[in-house]
């Protein structure tokens, strides 16, 4: 259950001051209690406090982790511990859709998670990180900056979810199995690992798989009884948690989707953070962001060059058959979510016109 920090305060502030006023003995001590009370209640921010829990899946040698990690420390220092953030990463507490479930029932949270998990609220989340949309990041960021996602993220306010940042990018996901996979015919019946996203899933059946959605801990176990062949991922995930590059060694540079993550928290709950507090929120929320970013892109070159050197190796695809296969899934995007059916498109044509600046 929620509790409002701030009324308990307050409540417990004019009780006092009416106990210090009504003593006719009290003297000075009793007459600088009784300012000290009143100046609390006429500044409310002072006396306000709210502990919120923010839950992810990530492990601490992933991106994520250290920079929701970053946004923890950052919020409840800069706000004072007025606004009070502890971090649970490693799929401590729930995540995924049950984390968005948890914002739209207004808990005390944040979460960090696959904008598609958004489009049961809002289907037009699942479009705008489809399959084969964007070739880099700064794409990714034009599109989040525009008044296209303006309007999607204040939708989703009316579903309670109030996005904070939509910035938390960390490379682009790659098909990576022991086979070297340059076409979808190439992965006709293999059998890959899929996130709990439908979208996701959706993406890896096109492209010609046989999907086995579980978590990434399940993944790692599958791959050595070999009930999976293989994932799709970034880059810092196949170097990460549990060293699933000693299991899987050929990465297919499809860049099929965009690896991504929003950050958010309820709605109301963001509202009823006084406006001094909000903005710092606002602001390590979109710092946080940025960092993760340009870190995770500085430090891309770098890891592929490590991951070589313990045998992983790359090859390239036959990116226009991977995109065709991938058309598809936008009108399953809107079939299943009632998508906005032009969507796709306006996202194609700003994309162009961004490519030609």
Known sequence: ??????????????????????????????????????????NPDEV??????????????EWNYKASEKLAKEITEKTDGHVSVTYYGQNQLDCYGD?????VNGENWIGLEEPSLFAEYVGDCAVLIGPMLYENTEEYNYIM????????????????????????????????TNREITKPEDLKGVKMRATSSPLFAKTLEAMGATVKPMSFTDCLEALSSGEVEGFEGS?????GAGAPYELVKNVATTHHLIATRWLFMPEDVYQSIPEKYRKIVDE???????????????????????????????????????EAACDPVYDWIVEVYHADPELHRKLDEKLAAFRQR
């Open 48 to 61: 306000y406090h709210i502990d919120l829990k923010f839950s992810n899946v990530f492990q601490p040698t």
């Open 235 to 239: 880059t810092s995930t196949l170097a």
């Open 284 to 322: 390590c929320a979109a710092d946080c962001g940025k960092w993760e970013q340009t870190s995770c892109d500085a430090d891309e070159a770098n890891t592929i060059n490590e991951l070589k050197e313990k045998g992983v190796v790359w090859n390239d695809v036959e990116h226009d058959a991977f």
């Open 99 to 103: 984390s968005v479930t948890q914002a």
């Open 145 to 176: 900056d525009s008044d296209v996602v303006k309007e999607i993220r204040e939708k989703l306010a009316g579903e309670n979810i109030h996005v904070l940042d939509t910035h938390y990018s960390f490379g682009f996901r790659n098909l990576i």
């Open 1 to 42: 259950m929620k509790k409002n920090g701030i009324t308990i305060a307050l409540t417990a502030a004019a009780v006092s001051l009416l106990a210090v006023c009504g003593r006719t003995d009290a003297g000075k001590s009793g007459e600088a209690s009784a300012n000290a009370m009143s100046a609390s209640i006429t």
